[in-house]
């Protein structure tokens, strides 16, 4: 059992300038901020340390953080330049019953975060899905498709907030 | 000279008798022997995390009761209880003792199906209406409490939409008691009965740190042998008041982890689920159950994961409040979603009838793989 | 003896045989289809609370008219790239297979088909006939799912007619006769006469027989039920997995006649293990028509109780069906050749050397 | 050895164990219910079709907005002074003209949410379960019962009285400052059920 703290000063000590900061601004989890592109190696070292131990990955969920520049198009619509878009690693240690939120961000455009697949296979399925609603890239992985979404689906992703519908999807009116 | 041959490709669904729904497995068959499995998901998808962010709190309850329609209650739980550790709710007991006697009674529901559609799989068809008899008169319940029958939004944040009916505390007692006798008869008819057996015994074989690797949950991670139940381990509502075991795979008549150990830890699940059903009953407390229901939902700034055990596995909801009355982000962990993926992993080798046969034990519902 | 009642007063041949081949598929076939669709429903509804059809008429009896109706009503739809002839010859050999069978199942004393002096081994020739037709039904299809239920159907109809044939032999080494009417006739008009009660032969040895007799009686029922593609052995079909198996493409009459075949075959073994165990149209408890003295009486008196003793393992065929789930293609196998064959075997032997001393 | 006869043996039992249990179920009572003949008895509590009640709908537009799915549409004018539009049964006084109060039950889910924050508890759940439909237009149901022509005499009337507020402020701001008599309210008022084409 390791507090978030104690969890964070180990990950410090062993891999320095890739853990960025302990999140501490929601009052409900501590959230531990990393690189994305060192993530696989911070769970490789998370899972396979043995005072850490997290065994299973329980949950890795997208966010658009819509914290870019929101700019106005021709036709009214705001989309949104720049900013971030961010991936929560809820982790836990089924043996030593301790939990950890990882989180990472990477930038809007063309994000691209490291692929934790090898290290839980449960993030297989999980990273996909995050890559076809929030588009994020990510590296390594065996086999980035979309998953929820028709393969041939070409308006986004769905889960950003500046996404739009679009009007015809195979020459089918959306908004039917 | 050795004769040309090649793996035939079958795709198994969307329109198939036995993928529980519109899935599709693409399947790559050398004769009968399974060589890959390819799961397609998706042609549910109705947007459901995209629809939250543009609900409010409360509104997202309906949507909610539409993951996993089998286990409506279980659901609402799972989100409100969410919802509730975000607001820092304290909510009245009375209200705590309904909502696991709903979630219990629907865990049984839930798991009729689980039961009866597997016997349907392996090619028992009676064994389904059995269950589904039994099944009838929990929903009824549900309806004399709430109204409807599948979609309850009963459980509110911060209480419920209705209090007990005055009649539902002894039907229930009156359910209890019946249903008891039925499982044995499930058992005599289905479980142990020797072709059953031979069908799922050693099919589709789970090793428990696969399982681990893969985040399965719920009943298949228990076949696999872990003592791993939230109600247990991580307690929410009132279940730590309640005395109940938590039913594992031991390999009775294979190895641990295989089909039948899957189908028989639902067995049990529901047995232990009338135990906790009759000890709420008994201790079922007097109390207003709307009296903290907030006027208005707007909690506070912050991200929270909270979980429960849902008939599937484990559910839980990852909300990101921006502290007004929407929700910034609602992700589910859809159990069924993480349990079937691991299909290709346990599949590989065995033949098409027990492809069946492990789709069937893995208990999906389409609703909430696609979402 | 109906063919030569018919040729001397039509005073030709052809034309009566030609009624006389038709006989069965009206008189039994389709009455009999008709019922047991109807009862095929009403028991599986019965054995699961429900109701079973009940607009159609009174408690649901014009069911199978108006599934027969609809069926011809429906278009026949021929997928594209099927093999045509095969596909459209399919069905007919199926049926032709169930309905050869009818020509030797002796009915009553007097209406059988042909009185065959092989007719217990015709019997079972013509019926694995069918395994041709499903055969190229399946594969004509231009459908996997039909092309491994055929597939499956052949491994499966030909492994099990060997303990059926042992059985058989079995009986035949009692009796020294595969004349069906020869059989019913040897097994005299009381129960303890019937081949599972070791047959007519007093002594010692029908009782030695009897546990032979049974075990004989399980595995032929068994195997049988396999022939005819029933649960539990109805992997070629196997909706679950393989949607309707080597129907899957067929709709309309040709689905019709499949459906059909499927009942006729059922009631043809059925009728077989009547025949072969249970005194085949004897009566159980001697005749009324010798009692009262009304020979016509007796004909009518064996047909009823032919259709009894055929309708009831009708019955339990069903009732199975509506118990037990259905096996995997390897272990129908399994279940064929470890077990099945092996007790056959040895069940014969022993009946050989029972008989012998 | 043992085991092969072991085997043989359980299957066979276990066969028929299930079949004696099938069989008895051939003798209980089947539990359909033979529905348009025999209707299930529906709990007080059911929640089907929507209803309602137009006597006691003050038009806070309370339950549309808390529908998840968006099915119900209002729209009100307000009434303008003198126009006495009663009081609802709980006793709260009307204000709006209720011009538009469609519900579509093609998206209704029946979740219930517009039935709690009503005021005057007029929108209820129906036990009525049976009212499909061939068009989806049907479906939509209109609960508003002012005639178009009412609708659009309430309209002018709002936009009359509006027009007359709007240029008495006019006048009032020209006028540095005027006698607060001069609305001119009393004199748009007439008789409200004075319908041409009853």
């Given at each position: 059992m390791k507090t978030p703290e104690e969890i964070f000063e180990i990950l410090k000590a062993a891999f320095g300038d890739a853990i960025i900061e302990l999140n501490t601004k929601s009052p409900f989890e501590k959230v531990i901020i990393a690189d994305p592109l060192k993530v696989k190696d911070i769970s490789l070292f998370l899972r396979d340390n043995e005072a850490l131990d997290f065994d299973s990955l329980v949950v890795l969920s997208g966010v658009d953080d819509a914290n870019g520049e929101k700019v106005e198009e021709e036709d009214g619509y705001k989309s949104i330049k720049g900013g971030t878009l961010s991936i929560f690693y809820h982790l836990e240690s089924i043996a030593l019953k301790h939990k950890l939120t990882l989180k990472v961000s990477v930038p809007r455009e063309n994000g691209e975060a490291e692929s934790v697949e090898s290290v839980w296979r449960s993030a297989d399925w999980q990273e996909r899905e995050v890559f076809d609603l929030l588009g994020i890239k990510f590296l390594n992985h065996p086999d980035l498709r979309r998953i929820l979404m028709p393969e041939d689906w070409e308006a986004g992703h769905p889960l950003r907030k500046d996404y739009r519908n679009p009007e015809f999807y195979q020459g089918m009116k959306v908004p039917y | 000279m050795a004769l040309k041959t090649e793996e035939m490709v079958l795709n198994?669904?969307?329109?198939?008798?036995?993928?529980?729904?519109v899935l599709r497995l693409q399947v790559e068959l050398d004769g009968e022997l399974v060589i890959g499995v390819r799961p397609y998901v998706g042609y549910l998808h109705r947007c459901f995390e995209k629809h939250a962010e543009a609900m409010t709190y409360p509104q997202v309850i309906p949507y909610v009761d539409r993951l996993d329609y089998l286990t409506a209650m279980n659901n609402e739980l799972s989100y409100v209880n969410a919802c509730e550790k975000l607001m820092g709710i304290e909510v009245p007991e009375r209200v705590q003792y309904i909502r696991v006697i709903m979630a219990e009674l629907n865990r049984i529901a839930s798991h009729l199906i689980a039961l009866g559609t597997y016997g349907l799989d392996i090619g028992a068809f009676t064994p389904f209406l059995y269950c589904f008899i039994d099944r009838e008169r929990i929903l009824s319940l549900f309806e004399m409490t709430?109204?409807?029958?599948?979609?309850?939004?009963?459980?509110?944040?911060?209480?419920?939409?209705h209090d007990l009916h005055p009649d539902f505390v002894r039907l229930t007692r009156e359910f209890t008691q019946q249903f008891r006798p039925h499982i044995v008869s499930l058992n005599n008819l289905l479980s142990y009965n020797k072709i059953f057996i031979e069908r799922t015994a050693n099919v589709g074989v789970l090793p428990l740190d696969v399982a681990v690797n893969y985040g399965i949950t719920g009943p298949m991670l228990r076949a696999s042998g872990m003592e791993w139940d939230l109600r247990k381990n991580e307690p929410y509502a009132v279940y730590d008041r309640f005395d109940f075991d938590i039913p594992v795979g031991k390999?009775?008549?294979?190895?641990?982890?295989d089909c039948w150990d899957r189908y028989f830890v639902r067995v049990l699940e529901m047995e232990q689920s009338v135990n906790i059903i009759e000890q709420a009953l008994n201790q079922l407390p007097e109390g207003d159950v709307f009296s903290a229901i907030p006027k208005r939902v707007k909690p506070p700034e912050g991200t929270i994961y909270a979980r429960t055990e849902n008939p599937k596995g484990e559910l839980g909801f990852f909300i990101v409040s921006n502290g007004s009355v929407n929700p910034y982000r609602v992700k589910v962990r859809p159990p069924s979603f993480i349990n079937l993926a691991v299909i290709d992993a346990i599949s590989k080798g065995c033949l098409v009838a027990d492809l069946i046969a492990i789709l069937g034990s893995i208990d999906i519902v389409l609703g909430e793989v696609d979402r | 003896m109906i063919f030569d009642t018919l040729s001397s007063f039509l005073g030709n041949e052809i034309i009566a045989g030609i009624i006389v081949a038709c006989l069965p598929l009206f008189l039994v076939i389709l009455p009999y289809a008709i019922a047991a669709v109807l009862a095929e429903r009403k028991v599986s509804a019965y054995m699961q609370d429900r109701i079973g059809p009940?607009?159609?008429g009174f408690h649901g009896v014009l069911q199978p008219v108006a599934d027969v109706v609809k069926l011809m009503l429906k278009e026949d739809i021929v997928a594209s790239n099927v093999d045509k002839p095969l596909f459209n010859i399919a069905p007919l050999l199926v049926f032709t297979g169930s309905y050869a069978a009818f020509a030797a199942i002796p009915f009553t004393s007097i209406f059988i088909g042909t009185k065959l002096d092989l007719g217990l081994i015709y019997i079972l020739a013509v019926s694995s006939f069918v395994v041709a037709g499903i055969l190229m039904g399946g594969w004509s299809s231009n459908n996997k799912y039909s092309l491994i239920g055929a597939m499956r159907s052949a491994a499966q109809i030909i492994s099990y007619e060997i303990p059926t044939f042992l059985v058989v032999v079995t009986i035949i080494i009692i009796t020294g006769t595969t004349n069906l009417t020869v059989l019913s006739d040897y097994q005299t008009s009381y129960f303890w006469n019937w081949m599972i009660l070791g047959g007519p032969s007093l002594g010692v040895v029908k009782f030695l027989l009897i546990p032979f007799m049974i075990v004989g009686f399980v595995i032929i029922y068994i195997s049988t039920l396999a022939e005819v593609n029933r649960?539990?052995?109805d992997i070629p079909e196997a909706e679950s997995e393989l949607v309707a198996g080597f129907h899957t493409e067929y709709s309309g009459m040709k689905f019709a006649m499949f459906f059909l075949a499927e009942y006729a075959n059922m009631f043809a073994v059925s009728a077989l293990i009547a025949t072969v165990f249970?005194?085949?149209?004897?009566s159980p408890f001697g005749y009324l028509g010798n009692l009262m003295g009304i020979k016509w009486l007796i004909p009518l008196e064996q047909l009823f109780w032919f259709s009894v003793k055929g309708l009831f393992f009708v019955f339990v065929q069903m009732w199975l069906r509506w118990t037990l789930p259905r096996l995997r293609v390897d272990q129908l196998m399994t279940v064929c050749w470890k077990y099945l064959i092996p007790f056959a075997f040895v069940n014969l032997l022993i009946v050989g050397l029972l008989v012998v001393l | 050895m043992k085991q092969y006869f072991l085997d043989t043996w359980s299957s066979i039992w276990t066969v028929l164990v299930g079949m004696k249990i099938t069989f008895k179920h051939l003798f209980t009572p089947s539990v359909t219910i033979q529905y348009p003949e025999v209707k299930v008895e529906l709990p007080e509590r059911a929640r089907h079709r929507l209803y309602v009640n137009m006597d006691d709908c003050i038009g806070c537009d309370q339950c549309a907005r808390a529908c998840p799915v968006s099915c119900i549409t209002i729209d009100t004018v307000k009434s303008v002074a003198g126009e006495d539009l009663g009081k609802t049964s709980n006793g709260k006084k009307k204000v709006l003209w209720v011009t538009k109060f469609d519900i579509d039950f093609a998206k209704c889910c029946c979740c219930q949410l517009c039935v709690f924050p009503c005021p005057t508890e007029c929108i209820k759940m129906t036990p009525v379960y049976e009212f499909s439909e061939y068009e989806r237009e049907n479906l939509i149901y209109s609960f508003s019962t002012l005639t178009p022509a009412e609708v659009a005499e309430k309209k002018k009337n709002f936009e009359k009285a509006e027009a007359e507020k709007a240029a008495a402020k006019a006048a009032a701001a020209a006028a540095p400052k005027p006698a607060p008599a001069a609305k001119p309210a009393p004199a748009v008022s007439k008789p409200k059920e004075e319908n041409p084409n009853t």
């Open positions: - | 198994m669904g969307p329109q198939h008798p036995s993928t529980h729904g709430c109204g409807a029958r599948m979609l309850y939004n009963y459980i509110w944040i911060g209480g419920l939409s390999g009775t008549v294979g190895t641990v982890g | 009940n607009r159609t649960v539990p052995f249970f005194g085949g149209y004897q | -």
